[in-house]
T-cell receptor, first 110, second 114 residues
Framework: GQQVMQIPQYQHVQEGEDFTTYCNSS?????IQWYKQRPGGHPVFLIQLVKSGEVKKQKRLTFQFGEAKKNSSLHITATQTTDVGTYFC??????????FGAGTRLTVKP | DSGVTQTPKHLITATGQRVTLRCSPR?????VYWYQQSLDQGLQFLIQ???????AKGNILERFSAQQFPDLHSELNLSSLELGDSALYFC?????????????FGPGTRLTVL
């Protein structure tokens, strides 16, 4: 079936280091969304990418949508302890099913 | 605070039982989505309602059902509960009907089936 694969599953970094999570879809997506879930919290929408090759920035976060609209990445520059949480990508399939990646759990050592 | 409310916060019940989870969307949002989050399955989309009508269906079991009422709040009914149904159940809402709209998640209901 259609899947959204996300790697890595876990990432442990030292504060100040960079972090990247990757998302791959088995099929072309009309758009991709990224969410962040803090420990014990609920997913919070970060951004949506729609265009092929699109790059969007939010302060230290850079989001990219691949040219084929089948992959995406989230890069955090100079991580801070407030970046701790699980980052999910999600994409709509057949306009009636939202598929989430398994998430990348980020921990940051001060 | 996303503006989406869910009750109850925690629910403990036994196998074979039936429970109802409730969700109130953000003011003005017409769509409600239900998700199940478990450790081994991640975040699974169950179902979406838009303005009272079912709009999209994901991996929802036949033992589960949902509805959206005229005041736009929604309920997720889980019946013949099994141990594997233990999970966090999130409700989310969005303004419009497209499943790819930005979704605002509630705090979740943690269901434990013993």
């Amino acid at each position: 079936g259609q899947q959204v694969m996300q790697i890595p599953q876990y990432q442990h970094v030292q504060e100040g280091e960079d972090f990247t999570t990757y998302c791959n879809s088995s099929t072309t997506l009309s758009n991709i969304q990224w969410y962040k879930q803090r420990p014990g919290g609920h997913p919070v929408f970060l951004i949506q990418l729609v265009k092929s090759g699109e790059v969007k920035k939010q302060k230290r976060l850079t989001f990219q949508f691949g040219e084929a609209k089948k992959n995406s990445s989230l890069h955090i520059t100079a991580t801070q302890t407030t970046d701790v949480g699980t980052y999910f990508c999600a994409g709509p399939y057949n306009n009636n099913d939202m598929r989430f990646g398994a998430g990348t759990r980020l921990t940051v050592k001060p | 605070d996303s503006g989406v409310t869910q009750t109850p916060k925690h629910l403990i019940t036994a196998t074979g039982q039936r429970v109802t989870l409730r969700c109130s969307p953000r003011s003005g949002d017409l769509s409600v989505y239900w998700y199940q989050q478990s450790l081994d399955q991640g975040l699974q989309f169950l179902i979406q309602y838009y303005n009272g009508e079912e709009r999209a269906k994901g991996n929802i079991l036949e033992r589960f059902s949902a509805q959206q009422f005229p005041d736009l709040h929604s309920e997720l009914n889980l019946s013949s509960l099994e141990l594997g149904d233990s999970a966090l159940y999130f409700c989310a809402s969005s303004v419009a009907g497209a499943i790819s709209n930005e979704q605002f998640f509630g705090p979740g209901t943690r269901l434990t089936v013993l």
